[in-house]
T-cell receptor, first 116, second 111 residues
Framework: DGGITQSPKYLFRKEGQNVTLSCEQN?????MYWYRQDPGQGLRLIYY???????QKGDIAEGYSVSREKKESFPLTVTSAQKNPTAFYLC???????????????FGEGSRLTVL | DQQVKQNSPSLSVQEGRISILNCDYT??????FLWYKKYPAEGPTFLIS?????DKNEDGRFTVFLNKSAKHLSLHIVPSQPGDSAVYFC??????????FGPGTRLSVLP
């Protein structure tokens, strides 16, 4: 089955530690995205990548880093510089960059990060 | 400033009745709109979309209405079922821009 796989589903981390969230897709989509969800807020875009070896900052990129070395993989690192890292993180992909023409974003099941 | 607003954080509806979820946007350049449904601890799943050249799109029990002059769209679910209980996000975008999501409305369909 084609889809997006995020891991781990739940993660706990101590303050001051970096943590990397995995996102893999086998949909052959060019574009991939990382969103953050907090209670009472919409999904906010952290980073996105329209093509391999290229990525751009979204609205809330500070304290995060990404890489896109392979088409199917777009890992997100939450660094110790991120002030409020506890959140639900969602990875998504779309067939084409600038997603309006392709319409739909496909989401993974999410990773819940809790900083202790 | 939120570009996409869903002013009702929650909504309760009796099973079999109509659910109406509302979404307002401020950017008149938005010309494509999506609705997503999200269950707890899962990723959102695409529900229905509408482009600005239409004012209505229907898919089974789900209909989305767009009023461009009012910058308002709504999702109608008829009849509502308990399995529809979820958080619904609207998202707006235009060519060359990433989608902007609203904060979501939690729908509870009561049996």
């Amino acid at each position: 089955d084609g889809g997006i796989t995020q891991s781990p589903k739940y993660l706990f981390r101590k303050e001051g530690q970096n943590v990397t969230l995995s996102c893999e897709q086998n949909l052959n989509h060019d574009a991939m995205y990382w969103y953050r969800q907090d209670p009472g807020q919409g999904l906010r875009l952290i980073y996105y990548s329209q093509i391999v070896n290229d990525f751009q900052k979204g609205d809330i990129a500070e304290g995060y880093s990404v890489s896109r070395e392979k088409k199917e993989s777009f890992p997100l690192t939450v660094t110790s510089a991120q002030k409020n890292p506890t959140a639900f993180y969602l990875c998504a992909s779309s067939i084409l960059p600038s997603t309006v023409l392709s319409g739909e974003l496909f989401f993974g099941e999410g990773s819940r990060l809790t900083v202790l | 400033d939120q570009q996409v607003k869903q002013n009702s954080p929650s909504l309760s509806v009796q099973e079999g009745r109509i659910s109406i979820l509302n979404c307002d946007y401020t950017n008149s350049m938005f010309d494509y709109f999506l609705w997503y449904k999200k269950y707890p601890a899962e990723g959102p799943t695409f529900l229905i979309s509408i482009s600005s050249i239409k004012d209505k799109n229907e898919d089974g029990r789900f209909t989305v209405f767009l009023n461009k002059s009012a910058k308002h769209l709504s999702l109608h679910i008829v009849p509502s079922q308990p399995g529809d209980s979820a958080v619904y996000f609207c998202a707006a975008g235009n060519y060359g821009q990433n989608f902007v999501f609203g904060p979501g409305t939690r729908l509870s369909v009561l049996p």
